[in-house]
């Protein structure tokens, strides 16, 4: 990771208006959290909209989280407007709408056909000219819900994608409301199959430590936020993601940037694939515009 400076900063928060759409599935309420959460670190509003469906058990669930959104933005002092309407293709009527705000921030399902073959929240990637947050969650019930996204783990690779997620997780910490948060960033450092465990010391891992603790030390004074630097050796990147997730009960994973791809190519790379099939808590993975 190079050094970064205060241009690289930047005012990644300066957002005036941000999309929501809600389809009416349990884990929405996570996309939900992150929406109102970016809106009160960057005093914008966030737009609530809604294709109506119809399906009663659809409908009844965007009810409770239409209810929830404007319960929690209350709360937080965000102006939240809902806009609902009916009779059309759901990701044509958000690509629609999408140019008129800052940013669109949505849940997604963790359906293998979905990330595969289209939809909504992969066209609604594919197609819009802003960036695009998704948020995936095991959530099935919104009983299920216990409590806010406070423990947030950033693996973090070597370049500039990185940056959109430490900014994520510092606007997620950043309000009054949110208590005794923790932020860990995760260097998976990987090694060929061939190569025996022994081959990477003690002291390797020392020294590896050491250098990602100065770089994540220079993210941390950038957002103002204590960020925890941890170092692990795997096989496989996206394993050691989530089990390092699972063994410390986090509540959100923050993805890094990645390009929007073609029409035809699957949504994520194999690390991201993999942790989003199988990561215990929520995923948010961040797209270019």
């Known amino acids: 990771m190079r050094n970064f400076s205060s241009e690289d900063w930047g005012t990644f928060l300066g957002l ?14 996570e996309a939900a959290e992150v929406a109102l959460y970016l809106a009160e670190c960057s005093g914008g509003q966030v737009t609530l909209f809604h294709v109506k469906r119809p399906v009663a058990s659809v409908e009844e669930m965007y009810n409770k989280l239409r209810e929830w959104s404007m319960a929690k933005a209350k709360m937080l002092g965000v102006t939240v407007e809902a806009v609902e309407t009916v009779d059309e293709a759901p990701a044509e009527a958000i690509l629609e709408r999408a140019n008129k705000h800052d940013m669109v921030v949505m849940g997604g399902r963790r359906r293998l056909h979905e990330r595969v073959f289209g939809g909504i929240s992969s066209k609604v990637v594919r197609g819009a000219s802003r960036p695009v947050t998704v948020i995936t969650s095991p959530i099935k019930k919104l009983e299920e819900r216990t409590r806010p996204l406070k423990k947030i783990l950033l693996p973090l690779g070597v370049g500039m994608e990185d940056l959109p997620a430490v900014k994520l997780a510092a606007a997620l910490t950043s309000s009054a409301s949110t208590k005794d948060f923790v932020i860990v960033a995760l260097r998976v450092v990987t090694l060929p199959q061939a190569t025996p465990t022994q081959a990477f010391d003690d002291e390797s891992l020392k020294q590896q430590g050491k250098d990602f603790l100065r770089e994540v030390g220079e993210l941390s004074r ?38 929007k791809p073609g029409p035809l190519a699957v949504l994520l790379g194999t690390k991201a694939l993999y942790v989003l099939r199988n990561s215990p808590c929520s995923v948010a993975l961040m797209y270019k515009a």
Do not use: Q, T
């Open 16 to 29: 005036d208006s941000i999309l929501l759409p809600l389809e009416g599935f349990p884990a929405e309420v």
């Open 222 to 259: 950038l957002v103002a936020r204590p960020i925890e630097p941890r170092v692990v050796v795997g096989r496989d990147a996206g394993r050691a993601i989530v089990s390092y997730a699972r063994e410390h009960s986090f509540d959100l994973i923050v993805l890094g940037e990645r390009d």
